[in-house]
């Protein structure tokens, strides 16, 4: 197994995951609930960096390899289906958003090892629109961990409850897009290979 700074940041994401759910059972006496939000949601915003700069460190140092390829979606699948989970629990989404997003997850992840095996893998690579989801899935999550009101200076007064609502209602709602175009795009090869007739 090989090991070096990018997938060494892969791996520091994974162990930050228990860490997010983590802070809402540790007894921590000191801290209030809102601290214990903001705690989570700082713990999630370093994780998503982590996504952000194992890639790019990745291919700027020349160090990509199959098995950091094989970890990091892995690394982020766990991280956002712990959150969802975590947020599930919370209250602060219901759970049909919950299975749209992790059940498209498995779907897609299961659709593109099938088709790798099969040497179809570029067909179902990542598009513009799933990477469109992601982002606002990622922005989303942070914002109902906080759930509460940041007031900067008092210039603005941003409800993270109601933006991190609405932005995960799009995300659910590019998961279901995204899914579909990618099953589309697999449809010739699942035909073919898997004899269903129409």
Request: charged share 15%; aromatic share 12%; hydrophobic share 55%.
């Amino acid at each position: 197994m090989p090991f070096n700074l990018p997938i060494f940041l892969t791996w520091l994401r994974i162990v930050l995951i228990p860490l997010i759910v983590g802070v809402y059972y540790f007894p921590l006496r000191h801290l209030t609930a809102e601290h214990i939000n903001w705690v989570a949601c700082l713990i999630f915003i370093l994780a998503s960096l982590t996504d952000w700069f194992d890639g790019y460190l990745a291919r700027r140092l020349d160090q990509t390899s199959a098995f950091g390829a094989f970890l990091d979606p892995v690394a982020d699948k766990l991280m956002v289906t712990a959150a969802l989970l975590l947020l599930l629990e919370l209250g602060r989404i219901n759970a049909l958003i919950a299975v749209v997003i992790i059940g498209r997850e498995i779907a897609i992840s299961a659709l593109r090892e099938w088709m790798a095996q099969m040497g179809a893998s570029r067909s179902v690579a990542v598009h513009r629109l799933g990477k469109i989801k992601t982002v606002a899935q990622m922005v989303a999550i942070p914002l109902l961990l906080y759930d509460g009101i940041i007031s900067p200076m008092d210039l603005i007064r941003l409800d993270t409850r109601m933006w991190g609502t609405w932005l995960i209602y799009v995300a659910s709602v590019l998961t279901l897009w995204s899914m579909l175009y990618y099953l589309r795009r697999a449809w010739p090869q699942i035909r073919e290979r898997g004899g269903v007739k129409l």
